[in-house]
């Protein structure tokens, strides 16, 4: 029984000052290559376990999830006020309760009910990307994801630029940006900062944290009482908070009211990962045109030029179904998940894997395997034709996590995903940008760091592919 391999460290502070300051996940896979898939690191006599292949994710989070499915604690969150929040709750009884809510409420049956909203906001996707002056299409493909997941969770509908829930979810990404990432800060290793003013060297952040508090209180608020409001004037549309507060009413809820408001703003918090993955799409559809093309006759054959596709066109897109599977394995945009935290002393092939180490799923390095995925870097969509019409390589599953804490809305992200796609594709080319001189600008496939992994560069130029598109989408406006 030994510990599991990882690079050379130092006495007392451990790998502190090995850990990579930019694109660990890039770092860990090199390491793996020398350590292994099961790799240890220490920081401040913490045990941080990296898992860079599939057998070791599944072997540990899922088949042994009874101990694997903690998170790490996170105080500044918690200074934060970020209360009940499903992604960074520990594991016990209230995270079983809060998972059941969010398990039902996206479940596939209940996704499939979602589909006209997200049908009518991918039209409204296209009309915003195509009267866009500026080319930064990030703001664009928020409003985009912002618009499900109001609608979703508040049933609320954005018509407006001053819509204050579109303030609010800037809010929730300055948050997020201003508190770097979960578990990364000075506080987070060393919990006392906590209660040390914000000058205080090290304690900088918990001034952060207070200062925001007042934000983050908005968010737990404002969308829980709006939809209060409109349940009691008879007009409140279907949604998340309608739902849990019939629930209330009718004394058959599972959860407080301080803790349904933390469960919508859990989802409200969500918004990110999706618009980042379709920027992902953009940036691939820009560096691989002969895929578009092959999208491009796939609509066309399929879905004619007379309407714009739906839903039930879905089974007869296998091309489409490839490039939206790419998409997520190509640039994963949640590199190293959300850490995990095990709860008992365990051994793994032979390894001691001590209780409360925190877990990294790799899951960067997980789409870049070599025994998996041939030519791992580029986007080659035909990799999941399965055989023998194509190499059958599996679908990226690992990019929504593992075990008791696997993303449990990733039926209705696919979705959010696919309509977005295809919908992109039957109206539009997206090609390269060009500069000032009239040079073609082609963007690196290199993603930003952090909890938010976004293209670093999505220079491109989006246009209508055909008169009869852009009759097609000037007719949504009317209808939707
Ligand atoms: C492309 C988009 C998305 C990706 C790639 C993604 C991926 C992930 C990953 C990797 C985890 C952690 C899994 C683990 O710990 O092993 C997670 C957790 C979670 N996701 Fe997603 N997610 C996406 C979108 C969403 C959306 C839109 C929602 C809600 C509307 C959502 C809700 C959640 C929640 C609540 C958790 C926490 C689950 C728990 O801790 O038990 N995700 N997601």
């Known amino acids: 029984r030994h510990s599991p391999p990882g690079p050379p460290k130092d006495p007392l502070i451990g790998h502190l000052r090995h850990m990579p300051a930019a694109q660990a996940p890039f770092v860990f896979h090199d390491w793996a290559k020398i350590y292994g898939d099961v790799m240890q690191l220490k920081v401040l006599g913490k045990s941080i376990i990296v898992l860079d292949s599939l057998q070791a994710a599944v072997g540990l989070l899922d088949k042994r999830g009874a101990i694997y499915s903690d998170r790490p604690p996170l105080p500044l969150y918690e200074l934060l006020g970020w209360n009940y929040m499903l992604s960074f709750m520990r594991y016990g009884e209230t995270f079983t309760r809060h998972r059941q809510v969010y398990q039902a409420f996206f479940s596939r049956q209940q996704c499939a009910e979602f589909e006209p909203i997200q049908t009518e906001e991918a039209h409204r996707l296209v009309r915003n990307i195509l009267s866009s002056e500026t080319d930064d299409y990030g703001s664009v493909l928020s409003r985009y994801t912002t618009g499900i997941l109001v609608q979703v969770v508040a049933g609320h509908k954005i018509t407006s630029d001053d819509d204050h829930y579109l303030e609010l979810s800037k809010m929730v990404y300055q948050v997020f940006s201003v508190t770097g990432a979960p578990g990364g800060t000075p506080i987070d290793f060393i919990p006392a900062l906590r209660h040390l003013p914000g000058w205080f060297p090290g304690a900088y952040y918990a001034g952060v944290a207070r200062a925001w508090q007042p934000v983050v209180r908005q968010l737990y608020d404002y969308p829980y009482e709006s939809v209060q409001q409109e349940k009691e004037a008879g007009n409140a549309s279907p949604s998340f908070l309608l739902s849990r507060l019939q629930e209330i009413e009718n004394n058959t809820t599972q959860l407080t009211p301080e803790e349904i408001k933390g469960a919508a703003a859990t989802l409200f918090g969500a918004e990110l990962p999706t618009r980042s993955a379709i920027a992902v799409f953009l940036l691939a559809m820009v560096l691989y045109p002969e895929c ?19 839903f039930s066109d879905r089974g007869d897109l296998p091309y489409i ?14 590199p190293l998940g959300v850490p995990h935290r095990s709860t008992q002393d365990d051994v793994y092939r032979g390894m001691f894997i001590p209780k409360g180490s925190i877990i990294f799923a790799n899951i960067r390095g997980m789409a870049l395997d070599e025994n998996t995925y041939k030519d791992p870097t580029k986007f080659i969509p035909e990799r999941f034709i399965p055989s023998p019409a194509g190499p059958g390589e599996p679908e990226f599953g690992s990019l929504f996590g593992f075990g008791r804490r696997r993303c449990p809305a990733l039926h209705f992200v696919e979705r959010n995903l696919w309509i977005a796609i295809v919908s992109i594709l039957a109206t539009c080319t997206v090609s390269n940008a060009v500069d000032e001189k009239g040079n073609i600008i082609v963007p690196e496939a290199t993603m930003s760091d952090g909890v938010d992994s976004y293209p670093k560069d999505l220079r491109c130029l989006i246009k209508p592919r055909s008169r009869s598109a852009e009759g097609l989408i000037a007719e949504t406006a009317l209808v939707d």
């Open 292 to 310: 578009q093309i092959i999208a491009h006759k796939e609509i066309d054959s399929v879905v004619g030029a007379s309407r714009l596709p739906t």
């Open 321 to 334: 179904e490839c490039i939206l599977q790419e998409t997520l394995r190509w640039n994963p945009v949640a």
